[in-house]
C-alpha cells in the first residue's frame, strides 16, 4: 500500500491527526489529493470529499489556535485561552488545563471566574490528575468510573456524564500536567476527539514551554 492510499483509508475514519499534520506541514499537494480520489469508487469519493471539507475546515481552526496562543506569554491567558480552545473544538461543556508543581508537589489551575483569573490547586496522589499525568494514552472515563471523584462534580457544579484526559507535554515530550474536558454534548468521547485533542496539543506545546520559562524568570526577579 502506498502512503497515498493509506492516506486515503485513513481519512475515511479515524484517526484524522496524520492528514491534519500533512496539511499544516504542506506535505498533503494537489496532486495527493487528485489521486486518493481516484483509488475510490464513486461512493467512497463523495464521503472522502465530505470527510475532506470537514478535515480542511479542522485544519483552518487549528492555525487559528497557533496563532492565538503564540500571541502572549502569560500563562494566566494560555491557561485560559487553551481550556476555551479545547473546549470549544470537542464540543464539550468544559475543558480544565492542570499544570503540575513540582515544589509544591501539587497539580494547579487557572480559570476565569467573575472576570478574574483565579487559581486553585489540587493535590499530586488525586488518582484522576495522577492517572492523566502519567499514563501512557489518552483516558476516556465514564460517570462510573470511580476515578472521576468528587471535586471535579464540585467543581463543575454539576454531574460528570464523561471525560477524556491526556497529558499536556512541552517540545522536548516531556510531561507538563494533564487537560480533562467534561462532558461532550453530544454522546461520548472517541477516536477523533482524542486525535484532535492531541493535534491541539501539540501546536500548543511551543507556547506552554515559553509561558512557564517566561513566568519562571519573573518569579525570580521578584524575589531578588
Not at 477524556?164 to 453530544?186: D, S, Y
Amino acid at each position: 500500500m502506498t502512503d497515498v492510499d493509506s492516506t486515503a483509508s485513513q481519512v475515511l475514519g479515524p484517526p484524522k491527526s496524520s492528514i491534519i499534520d500533512q496539511i499544516i506541514s504542506h506535505r498533503l499537494q494537489q496532486g495527493d489529493i487528485k489521486r486518493m480520489l481516484q483509488t475510490l469508487g464513486s461512493d467512497d469519493r463523495e464521503a472522502f470529499l465530505g470527510k475532506l471539507v470537514g478535515i480542511l475546515r479542522q485544519t483552518s481552526t487549528l492555525l487559528d489556535v497557533s496563532r492565538r496562543v503564540a500571541d502572549s506569554l502569560s500563562l494566566d491567558i494560555l491557561m485560559v485561552r487553551m481550556a476555551e480552545i479545547i473546549a470549544d473544538l470537542l464540543h464539550a461543556e468544559r475543558a480544565i488545563i492542570f499544570l503540575k508543581d513540582k515544589d509544591a508537589k501539587d497539580f494547579y489551575t487557572r480559570a476565569r471566574v467573575q472576570g478574574k483569573v483565579t487559581e486553585l490547586r489540587y493535590p499530586e496522589r488525586d488518582i484522576l490528575l495522577q492517572a492523566v499525568f502519567t499514563g501512557t494514552e489518552a483516558l476516556c472515563l465514564t460517570s462510573t468510573d470511580t476515578r472521576i471523584g468528587t471535586w471535579l462534580p464540585e467543581l463543575m457544579m454539576q454531574p460528570v456524564q464523561n471525560v477524556l484526559g491526556t497529558t499536556i507535554r512541552n517540545t522536548q515530550n516531556e510531561p507538563l500536567g494533564a487537560v480533562v474536558v467534561v462532558n461532550k454534548l453530544e454522546g461520548m468521547f472517541g477516536p477523533d476527539d482524542v486525535s484532535l485533542l492531541d493535534t491541539i496539543l501539540s501546536q500548543s506545546a511551543s507556547a506552554f514551554t515559553n509561558a512557564l520559562l517566561h513566568e519562571q524568570i519573573d518569579k525570580a526577579r521578584q524575589e531578588e
